[in-house]
């Protein structure tokens, strides 16, 4: 945990502008030895993404995630300026709190210096501070606050008499451990003090280690020699700290609503004790923030409680009965609400109050039952309004990608933990809500890898790991102080890593072997640990924390704009699954020993690894999109594979027989025998053009009346370069060159870029190369270039807009290519192009680079995936020397469908009307000056779509490189003349589907 010291602190700084402020505490930083000087960019790129101003003078610059590897240990250092610094955001600020932190520490000093911001005179005694320990002192000295919460409480006590109500009291205290046994004793001794409405006091000063307020209620209201005895409230009292809960106490008596404490539970009481009354409206809402309410989230919560007509308040249903101003950010802050905890908004109505569940909070002052004032409706509209727009706004993410919790796992105050290992500690699926499939049933989804398969289902349902949430609760064997459960995690980590190892020297092709590898080095991530260890600090199993931390992680890259990224989230739970399983002592499901369709929620490559692929015969899951590990992998290991189908394919049975088509995406659910028989038919002859277009893979790509259409292969790296010419690829139409980048920790150099594409250049022999250039951006960053963070990536600075932010990056990659290319052909292609201008500001580079290098044998040409480049296709076409389509991208830009959505992703068909269009344009833009065009997506590959491509005049495809020989074998199925009809056909429909449906009626 960070701490605040005086060798720490610098003073007397002076700045003149908040940048040179900014650059002095990095070098602050680095000169103490806790980052890399390069921290000083991670500094400026989180200030771009919001100010880190505090409060009362304050600022507590810090980096931004991305930036964690150039932290080489956790550390602050405080830096003075007297005369104040103008803040980008206005304020001024006299002391900055610079933070180098690997994980979140950064956000706890947040916590500890939010007791600073209440006092108003702070600023001043910082900027006037002459020693560097009175600093300190201003800073760390934190106000005391009392207790009081569910802990604190003892409701429906058997008790006898208000004696007993007074020790349940402090007994409760005790286990709180808020008193020791001298409180206690001290208590025995009392007699509690009448407080009216049938409530008592007492209270002791000895044996007080955190000052407290309990209650105590009995099981029924009785009344004693001393009259009626509705509770008994216990005061563990210290210095002046307790005097706030005293404060409370006195509202609550001066409300009159004291007597209904007694049947309350313990929500109700802390309503009361936090100054909520009978007209209170309420409404409750989760805080979904990965890091809980830190300064960003906060500012806008407290601008909408600003906005509302009338005052919210707030409170912490999981912590203390405390309500706050919802419009004062210091407050805000220092409620220090985290993810998954609860927030209570209240404002006052105009009568009885309702909860957000609308349920009555009690009777009216008066005690008139349901009466109210004539504008007490009024009143009550306008509150709930207002109440309805801060949880919206929480809801919202107030100003961040968030995630929803799942039914178990996410909430602090949870017990034992149970989930599926299925993903994010998924709602539990109930085969109930689902009616069984009806026989030959069709069950629509997303194809993501082509053929088609017969046989029965194995569901693969994930097994559960049940643990309990506190390690003090596991058993004996595995109970242990932080320390205990650290080792146990550790040990854990190795066995992980040697089955992976055994793992990736059996996986079935380099694709699972790669990924494998990654899940490998994931095991390997310092900020996994650390969070995972900071949860066991905090009294969690070794189960608990580190499947909290894996989660936390997964629900980040979920919350991603680029669904690549995002869909890794299966990865990370894949390897968090592996190493649960050996903390648990859980073995995963065995498939059977004969053919079958394997169904899964979805698929991890450490599944992949263990399936025996002469088995399985096809792939069906609830979950993923085209463009996930589980298509990925189908794709790799040549097996039909149909994704994205619902939950409802979870409740197949065993043994249920399936047809599976991934060319269509469409499954069918114990296919009638006249079904199955056509179905066998098709598969025996699909099984004979595999064979062939096996054999005929290395002739060139024809149509059968002799139109040339190349066919190239898609890699994401060098390395598969001799597989795709094994394969029959005539070229390679897209190479991802970002793999390179992102497989080294700075910037890969000159002399290595040129050795990785010299490896593709000789294994292709002389066939063309097309190189997309750099790839990257705020939703896929690179560690060593920080890009702040956008509100969504997919529209903000990414691919050739973020590499003309650095041309000397680009340059260097252009020099790379040309060298490494000699005279052989090579096609640069720059990414996320949106008209002529990015075009020329990156094709200057590249001339100016050939007058030195002179390559003889170069193209430059954009990838259309943004709308806007088809729309301008004749201005591109006129300077460009090619095109290539990127279908996936130019779908969901056009379609404003997350191709990876759960619930959108089957509705992502690159074979939309409106899509096709695009390509239209695109492709007689191009031919009408005489230039070749490509495509490069998926669509490139899906049967269905090739002959219409081909009709609309696409020059090449380049597909991935398993689909290489059935991609030539379509094309030699189809003459020039049936393609211009499919194209034809397809112009002419309204939707994907009817465009499929008229397409498959040819």
Known sequence: MLTLQPQDAALDCQADSWQNALDQAAASLHEAGLVEASYRDALHAREAQGSTFLGSGIAIPHGTPESRDQIHRTGVRLLQFPDGVTWHDGNRVFLLVAIAAASDEHLDVLRRLTHVLDDEGVAERLAKADTAEAMVALLAKPKVKARLDAGTLCLGFPARDRFELALAAAARLRQAECVDARFVAAITEQEP????????????????????????????????????????????????????????????????????????????????????????????VTLLNAHGLHARPAKLLVQAAREQPLPIRVRLMEGAAETVSAASLTKVIGLGARRGQTLIFSAEGGGEGKSADGRGEGKSADGGGEG???????????????????????????GESVRPLSNVGDASHQGARRHEANGSDAETLSE?????????????????????????????????????????DLTPDRQGDAERQRERLRASLIEARDQLRALIGTAKGGDVSEILSMHAEMLDDPELHEAAFEGMRDGLSAEAAWWQAIDTAARAQEALADRLLAERAADLRDVGRRVLGVLCGVTLPTP?????????????????????????????????????????LARALGIPAVVGAGARALTLANDDELILDGDLGRVIVRPSAERRDRAQLRLKELEALRRDAHGLRFEEGRTADGRRIEVAANLGNTAHAADAVEQGAEGVGLLRTEFLFMAYPEAPDLETQIGEYRRAFDALDGRPLVARTLDVGGDKPLPYWPVAAEDNPFLGLRGIRLALTRPDVLQTQLRALLTAAGDRPLRIMFPMVKDVDEYR????????????????????????EIPSA???????????????????????????????????????????????????????AAHAEGKWVGVCGELGSDAAAVPVLVGLGVDELSVSVRQVPMVKARLRGITWETARLHAETALTQATSQAVRDALEAL
């Open 870 to 924: 088809a729309l301008l296709a004749p201005s591109l076409a006129a300077e460009v020397d090619f095109f290539s389509i990127g279908t996936n991208d130019l779908t969901q830009y056009t379609l404003a469908i997350d191709r990876g959505h759960p619930e959108l992703s089957s509705q992502a068909d690159g074979l939309h009307p409106a899509v096709l269009r695009l390509i239209q344009m695109t492709v007689d």
């Open 841 to 864: 500001q990156a094709r200057a580079i590249v001339d100016r680079l050939q007058q030195e290098i002179g390559a003889p044998d170069v193209q430059v040409g954009v990838m259309i």
């Open 432 to 472: 109930a809500a689902y009616e069984p499939f009806a026989d030959d049933t069709a069950l629509p989804a997303t194809a993501a890898s082509p053929g088609l398969a017969i046989a029965p289902v194995f569901v693969m349902r994930a097994p559960s790991f049940d643990y309990p949430e506190r390690a003090r």
């Open 372 to 398: 109210k004032s004539a504008d007490g409706g009024g009143e009550r509209k306008s509150a709930e309004a207002a109440l309805a727009a801060m949880v919206a706004a929480v809801n919202g993410g107030l």
């Open 193 to 284: 003090v009448s407080l009216g409405q049938g409530l008592w006091l007492v209270s002791a000063g000895t044996g007080v280690s955190q000052p407290a307020l309990a209650l105590a209620t009995p099981e029924r209201a009785f009344t004693g020699p001393r009259g009626a005895v509705n509770g008994v409230f216990c005061v563990a009292a210290q210095g002046e700290a307790h005097r706030e809960l005293l404060g409370r106490l006195a509202d609550l008596l001066d409300s009159g609503e004291g007597e209904r404490l007694v049947d309350a539970d313990a929500d109700h009481v802390l309503a009361r004790l936090s100054g909520e009354s009978s007209r209170t409206e309420t409404a409750r």
């Open 592 to 632: 059977p020993q004969r053919p079958y369709i394997l169904v899964t929620d979805d698929i991890g490559p450490s599944d992949v690894a263990r399936l025996d692929t002469a088995q399985v015969r096809g792939l069906l899951t609830a979950r993923g999109g085209a463009t996930s590990h589980s298509a990925i």
